[in-house]
């Protein structure tokens, strides 16, 4: 993670522990510096896929392991439109994550902890919006 990316972060972190770990609901300073992780791995990287873990509805029942992460083009990305952004995509993540949305397969703890760790170990950076 670049210098810029660990401000981003400690910015956060120092916003959660203002709040006591509970932000409020549409708060504009966490939704902005999510939208600062994005930029700046934009900017360092040139390329950044976003994508989300949890689909609904038709989005759900059609998702393809080709359809999980989208190319990032430098535009706005609206609150709740990403989970994760990634550098590359990633069968091995894109898998799970239909996994994860697929009926008849029970949600389970283990499969999320995957999830989270595999967007970690392939350099990633997790959002959360309020």
Do not use: C
């Not at 993670?1 to 916003?15: C, H, P, Q, T, Y």
């Not at 994860?100 to 989270?116: Q, R």
């Amino acid at each position: 993670m670049s210098d810029k990316l660990r401000g981003i972060v400690e910015r956060e972190n120092a916003l959660y522990k203002r709040w006591g770990g509970n932000i409020p609901e549409a708060n504009a300073e966490l939704n902005d510096l999510q939208r600062e992780k994005i930029n700046a791995f934009y900017s360092e990287s040139g390329t950044v896929y976003i994508g989300k873990i949890n689909f609904y509805d038709d989005e759900r029942k059609a998702l393809k392991a080709e359809k999980v992460f989208t190319l990032h083009n430098g535009g706005e990305v609206y609150n709740f439109a990403a989970d994760y952004i990634i550098p590359v995509p990633d069968n091995n993540l894109a898998e799970m994550i239909v996994e994860w949305n697929s009926d008849g397969v029970p949600n389970s703890l283990k499969l999320i902890e995957k999830i989270t760790q595999r967007i970690d170990e392939i350099g990633g950076i997790h959002l959360m919006w309020s």
